[in-house]
């Protein structure tokens, strides 16, 4: 039994609170079994309370969307002295943010498919037909409309038709100030995570991704039977090197620490495509990283009580 007893922070107020309070319960169940004392803490107005009245040797963030990915509970943990698993609040942002992440790839020789990132005011100012319209001849169709900062696919819509593009913007709007408008790539779709050990981050045995309906969307990823998934993926070893490479890569020009999990797609001619980056993973009973740690025959508890070791032996410092 261990002597540690860390507590994992889900919840909060994003889009995506249900998603992150099963991804909480799955992990303090996991680490309980990984003989860990364990508290669940709702991320709300009582956390920097709870960490005067009863600090933790370390939190682990099992928050999703919002402050939870894009540095502002991070900062927080940093300005209170926590260690906590995850990637520091600095890099946090730079990965939150889908374009910056895919300019990023991009600059450092990986393809990512085309995009435009759009606010809502330039619709707004020179009318959504045009900007719309400038945009299927720019790229053609298909193509995905995604918010460009959040996760779960909340918004996301492939649309093949041009009518179809007013309503996927309006819905990609409901989620975030700005459209994130990427050429559709046809291929394998694939989940690789990343995990730092002592030896520095390697990849997990990237998930294959076969949704029902063909895209993955927010159904997709959890509802039950939606979704058929191959771990490992149904790829050759030449792809699946590639792939395990760019989430490896990823990982490291985006600055992010202790975990992640890298998205992308693998066309029929084994060009790998990055699509995006996750600094909080789901851990849900569909989720794609436990998925990966049970192919590589690692318990999801051993994984993150491995992860807590590390933050607990860096300390409160910002790195």
């Known amino acids: 039994m261990s002597d540690r007893w860390v507590a994992v922070l ?6 995506e609170r249900d998603v992150s309070l099963r991804s909480g319960r799955r992990l303090s169940a996991a680490l309980r079994t990984a003989g860990l004392t364990v508290e669940e803490w709702d991320a709300d107005g009582e956390l920097l309370g709870r960490l005067r009245r009863h600090r933790p040797d370390a939190v682990v963030l099992a928050l999703h969307g919002g402050e939870g990915e894009n540095g502002a509970f991070q900062s927080v943990l940093e300005l209170a002295g926590v260690p906590f698993v995850g990637t520091d609040s600095r890099w946090c942002r730079r990965a939150w943010d889908k374009p910056t992440a895919k300019t990023e790839i991009l600059r450092a020789g990986h393809a990512t498919p085309d995009w435009v990132s759009l606010p809502h005011s330039t619709f707004r100012t020179l009318g959504a037909r045009a900007v719309l319209d400038a945009v299927v001849t720019r790229f053609g169709l298909p193509l995905v409309l995604k918010p460009d900062q959040g996760g779960s696919a909340l918004g996301a819509r492939l649309v093949t038709e041009a009518d179809e593009l007013p309503a996927a913007m309006v819905g990609v709007l409901s989620y975030s100030d700005s459209v994130l408008i990427e050429r559709y ?27 029902a309906s063909g895209f993955y969307d927010y159904a997709s990823r959890y509802t039950a039977g939606l979704t058929e998934f191959h771990t490992p993926a149904r790829l050759d070893a030449g792809s699946a090197r590639k792939v395990a490479e760019l989430a490896v890569a990823a990982h490291q020009l985006l600055g992010l620490r202790d975990v992640s999990r890298t998205d992308a797609v693998v066309t029929e001619d084994g060009n790998v495509h990055f699509l995006e980056v996750n600094v909080s993973p789901g851990l849900t009973e569909t989720s794609l990283l436990p998925m990966a740690a049970d192919a590589a025959g690692r318990s999801l508890g051993d994984v993150f009580a491995g992860l807590v070791e590390r933050a607990v032996a860096r300390g409160g410092r910002v790195l």
């Open 185 to 211: 790539v046809e291929g394998v779709e694939v989940a690789v995570s990343v995990i730092e050990g002592p030896e520095g981050p390697t990849a997990l045995p990237a998930v294959e991704i076969e949704p």
């Open 10 to 15: 889900s919840g909060g107020l994003s889009h």
